[in-house]
Nanobody, 122 residues
Framework: QVQLVESGGGLVQAGGSLRLSCAAS????????MEWYRQAPGKQRDLVAT???????NYAESVKGRFTIARDNAKNTVYLQMNSLKPEDTAVYYC????????????????WGKGTLVTVSS
């Protein structure tokens, strides 16, 4: 069974930084794209950043230049470095792993973590 566990959330003042981690565990053969989403109270879940297995990245306009996504394929871990945080970045941050292949499922399937809360105070 594959599990994704996020960590690194917390309370930070505006202008501060946080680094989120998301580790995938289980008998994983490969993972395609890995992504970070966020969901603020009362709002929909939005895509924040994507990184392919080859390391190509994409970001939401609202976080470009402030957030950096990275991954360690050997550790099946994705990171989100968040700098110059703003109160509007407050949300639960979720990671998503696309097309995770295991010995029991060579076609692959997507998995979500349970989220980590980021609160930015003004």
């Amino acid at each position: 069974q594959v599990q994704l566990v996020e960590s690194g959330g917390g309370l930070v003042q505006a202008g501060g930084s946080l680094r989120l981690s998301c580790a995938a565990s289980g008998r994983i053969i490969s993972i395609n794209d890995m992504e970070w989403y966020r969901q603020a109270p009362g709002k929909q879940r939005d895509l924040v950043a994507t990184i392919t297995s080859g390391g190509s990245t994409n970001y939401a306009e609202s976080v470009k230049g402030r957030f950096t996504i990275a991954r360690d394929n050997a550790k099946n871990t994705v990171y989100l470095q968040m700098n110059s945080l703003k109160p509007e970045d407050t949300a639960v941050y979720y990671c998503n792993a696309h097309n995770v292949r295991t010995p029991g499922n060579l076609f692959g399937m997507d998995y979500w973590g349970k989220g980590t809360l980021v609160t930015v105070s003004s």
